[in-house]
């Protein structure tokens, strides 16, 4: 008896160093990244020793990330990524969710693997996307793992991601996970059907983005209201061109009515989803994809 208290007691120290080193190494990550950022907001951005420093802090900060992810650990994923985070100056790109990113094998999906103090930093720094509850633990992110403007700004490529449903997922009681159907686009993407499935999973202190592309079914109910209600947009925008430009209250009816139009378009798509044959398979795919964190 004594003996296995003392086994366990070890693995409880083991286990309580282990946080530890992962707590010191993030902190010395943001801490790092930080003060990198903070140089180059002032740098000379035309010399072009400054961009060679700026690769080699990015060199630097991937080492970093990549001993607090480690191994991928991903069926069909190499073992290896790399550092998701390609500026640290305000250009396009900046802000991203920091993590190591890796492609799969047959290139249809890709991986975003990063910690919870991670994601909670960066959530703390944005201010688009509503803070979790911290009282709910990793539930607390449940809202997070569902919001448009998330995907958005953690993916930062130049495309925003619309949400056209959720599909249910199971994960165990250690963690939470989260899937939608998606498709990523820079206007609105009515009538097109979504794409792509996202799925969001904390499994301990790792949490994993991974998207993949499929083909997911059109719903003609749902695009025939669409183009109905979009009548109303374009008699709108006739209006504006009629009047050379200057009726600038027409123009804006446009955009109200063409975003009043997508918006009941992809409510219209969510609803009717669980009744489409495919609906299973998207179910089974999502939960698939789930199943990959361990």
């Known amino acids: 008896m004594l003996r296995i208290a003392s086994g366990f007691a070890l693995a409880c120290v083991l286990v309580s160093m282990t946080s530890h080193a992962a707590d010191a190494a993030t902190t ?4 790092a990244r930080d003060k990198a950022v903070a140089t180059f907001k002032v740098a000379n951005l035309e010399d072009p020793k400054t961009d060679e420093r700026i690769q080699a802090s990015l060199q630097t900060l991937q080492g970093m990330m990549q001993g607090i992810v480690g191994p991928i650990r991903l069926q069909g994923f190499p073992p290896k990524g790399s550092y998701y985070v390609d500026t640290l100056t305000d250009e396009e790109g900046y802000g991203k969710l920091d993590g190591m990113a890796v492609g799969s094998s047959d290139e249809k999906s890709f991986a975003l693997i990063t910690t919870l103090p991670l994601l909670r930093d960066w959530l703390d720094h944005s201010s688009d996307i509503p ?13 997070v793992f569902t919001s448009e403007t ?3 700004e953690a993916f930062s490529d130049d495309a925003h991601y619309y949400k056209y449903a959720e599909l249910p997922v ?7 996970a989260r899937a ?4 990523s686009a820079q206007d609105d993407p009515a009538p097109s059907p979504p794409d792509g499935i996202l799925v969001a999973v ?8 991974l998207r993949k592309s499929w083909t997911a079914p059109d719903i003609p109910e749902c695009a025939a209201a ?3 209600a979009n009548k109303k947009a374009d008699a709108a925008l ?5 009047s050379k430009l200057a009726d600038k209250a027409k123009f804006d009816q446009f955009g109200d009515l063409r975003e009043k139009a997508n918006g009941a378009f992809l409510q219209c798509y969510a609803q009717r989803l669980p009744s489409v044959a495919a609906y299973a398979s998207l179910v089974h795919e999502a939960q698939s994809m789930v199943d990959l964190v361990k």
């Open 131 to 143: 803070k979790p509850s911290t009282s709910t633990g990793v539930d607390g992110l449940a809202g």
């Open 150 to 152: 998330f995907y958005t």
């Open 170 to 176: 199971a994960q165990g009681t250690s963690g939470v």
């Open 28 to 31: 010395a990550y943001l801490a």
């Open 226 to 228: 669409y183009r109905e």
């Open 202 to 209: 904390v499994n301990g202190e790792r949490v994993v983005l």
């Open 238 to 242: 006739s209006a504006y061109h009629a």
């Open 180 to 183: 939608i159907l998606f498709t």
